[in-house]
């Protein structure tokens, strides 16, 4: 069935650094691609998305584009702050069902001042 | 309109127990969906609601799980019979057309003592 595998946590991080945050995907047809971010203490929140092959989704400087031939979906951001602190989620919307969506394991990001 | 409000947000229940949770979503929301987490785990999809109809119910859900949404507005899900491995964060979800762009609620956490 479709799923979604992601880099295992913790990952700590020195402000400023280069952050990348592995996620492939095992999916029959075209599914849609997202990461979600769980922020301490709050629910949890769509980050950016991407529908088709070799789009790429961004927000708020974090970037993932659609790899269909690599069947990824990394998350990266040129420079973390302490407030990029929490969990991601990789996820996708399953072509069998468009109701719902297929989470990963999650991935807890520290960031160090 | 405060975002989807679920309650309560922690029950402690003794094993064989019935326990039932509530969940209001954003009110101009036609879908509802409730998902479960459990410990260094995605959320797993359990059933999707579209206005009042139940349309889409995983595995996941026991016979001893049911989720109702009377006036397509709050929902419910109950459990009975509580086991242990029932313990787990419930989420709630609420969105207009795209699951994607779904919000959730901080969740009900669950303990099954």
Redesign the interface.
Known sequence: GDS?TQMEGPVTLSEEAFLTINCTYTATGYP?L?WYVQYP??????LL?ATKADDKGSNKGFEATYRKETTSFHLEKGSVQVSDSAVY?C?L?AYS??????????TRLSIRP | DT??SQNPRHKITKRGQNVTFRCDPISEHN?L?WYRQTL??????LT?FQNEAQ??K?RLLSDRFSAERPKGSFSTLEIQRTEQGDSAMY?C?SSLDD?????????TRLTVV
């Not at chain 1, 069902?97 to 999650?106: D, R, T």
């Open positions: 979604v849609s997202f203490g709050e629910g949890l929140q769509l998305k989620f996820a919307s069902s468009a109701s719902k969506i297929i989470f990963g394991s999650g | 975002g989807v879908r969906y260094g785990q995605g959320p797993e999809f999707y349309l889409e995983s989420l979800a699951p994607a762009e779904a919000f959730f609620g901080q969740g």
